[in-house]
């Protein structure tokens, strides 16, 4: 019987117990504070980095997994009769990540000839985390690689990402600041509304004087995007900060009216760049 196995990274941020039923495959990133390094969402939970990051004295550094890593994963299920592997990672605009597991593939369909589907989520965080979980439970379901992939492609053309981050210095640090540069250095009690733009890159939407104000501005730019759509389904993410995410769900359920919200929490890597406190809304239409 042929079986479909999906890979990713850990910057989805798709949560140990949804990975663990879905039978998910995640390739650790690493984050390292001074000369102590950990595999993120592995030996380095979330609630830990956040502890750490107030304590620390070093600023986090985060690398990519190598592309022998990802080869190694590859092989394994590879080895698995009438296996196909779908691999969907974050942007290749913010990381190598998804370079490393493409050359990994292109490795592994040399040696065996078995082809792995190597996908650019173009996105971070739930960004990414919708987009695997769909597509594990199709997977699931009975659905084709190329079925999945198909409505894969659908969902990030109708995926609208908005986060509001305490701070440009992590961000630009991190060297993840992309389009948001133009922001830098006029920050003055402004809150910066940023997105991920179609080719997943951290980009400036606008700048809001104060946290609600913000907040209400992307209601605005939430109800231009979906055009009299509803949202199908919604995820708040946040970085040590579940009130502000609070103040995002109800904004949102104010305004669109009371939906089923899934809680995600930033995990390690994503929160390195992103910084503590940040609020995110990932919000899907189709």
Known sequence: ????????????????????????????LKISFGDEQYLDAVSL???????????SSHFPRTSQ????????????LALEPGTQVLSIHLSSALSG???????????????TGVKVHVLDSRSASYGIGALVVYAAEAARDGQSVEQIIERIQLMRENFYIYFLVDTLEFLQKGGRIGKASALFGS????????????????????????SKKAIARIMELLDADLSGRSIRKLYI???NNGEGAELLREAIAE????MQVEYVILGPVIGAHAGPGTIAAFVSAV
Do not use: W
Request: no cysteine; proline share 4%; aromatic share 6%.
């Open 97 to 111: 990540t998804f370079q490393s597991a493409s050359i990994a593939s292109m490795m592994l369909e040399e040696e």
């Open 237 to 239: 993410a946040h970085a």
């Open 187 to 210: 920050l003055l009690n402004i809150k910066p509304i940023l997105s991920i733009d179609s080719e997943g890159e951290v980009t400036a939407v606008d700048k809001v004087r104060g």
């Open 1 to 28: 019987m042929n079986s479909i196995r999906i890979v990713t990274d850990s910057t989805a941020d798709i949560p140990l117990e949804v990975r663990q039923a879905l039978n998910i495959e995640m390739v650790p």
């Open 255 to 258: 305004r669109f009216g009371e």
């Open 65 to 76: 997994p190598s592309t022998d890593e990802f080869l190694s994963v590859y092989k394994r």
């Open 45 to 55: 939970q979330s609630d830990q980095f956040y502890d750490k990051l107030k304590a």
